[in-house]
């Protein structure tokens, strides 16, 4: 009797772990799928000459602020520390779940008054900052660490 006991108890808790490590496996699996849609977004802002600081200031004190509002989520920002690039440029990577839901954050970040605001005060020329911006959609290759 003892010995069923033991028995029993022990098949209990290999069920247990093997129905733990089984729903773990489709979590994850659940997840690479999810992120197999990811895309990261390269954008290069090109600035008045000498309004790369001033760019710096408003994505500091206002954009990540509506970013974090629209569900863009940055990856990191950079700025170039050679001439001539250091004077006019500003680099941002952002992450998002997919194409899809990166034009519907867009969307909605540039209806955003707040937003709509922030650009209707560069409108004159004393005020303007930036002059180009480059944007490209990028998928992560097989080898990269980042996914």
Not at 57 to 66: G, I
Not at 90 to 104: C, G, N, Q, T, V
Not at 120 to 139: G, H, L, W
Request: charged share 25%; hydrophobic share 45%; with cysteine.
């Amino acid at each position: 009797m003892r010995l069923n006991r033991f028995s029993a108890c022990g098949i209990a808790v290999l069920a247990f772990v093997a129905g733990s490590l089984f729903t773990a496996r489709l979590y994850r699996a659940e997840q690479v799928r999810a992120d197999a849609n990811r895309v990261f977004e390269l954008r290069v802002y090109h600035t008045v000459p000498g309004k790369a600081l001033a760019l710096q200031s408003e994505f500091r004190d206002k954009v990540t602020k509506l970013f974090a509002k629209h569900d863009l989520k940055a990856v990191g920002y950079w700025a170039p520390v050679d001439a001539p690039a250091s004077d006019n440029t500003f680099i941002y990577i952002l992450a998002h779940p997919s194409r899809d839901e990166a034009k519907k954050h867009w969307a909605a970040f540039q209806a955003d008054p707040d937003f709509q605001e922030m650009i209707k005060s560069q409108q004159t020329p004393e005020a303007k900052i930036v002059e180009k911006v480059d944007s490209t959609y990028m998928d992560p290759v097989d080898f990269s660490p980042l996914k």
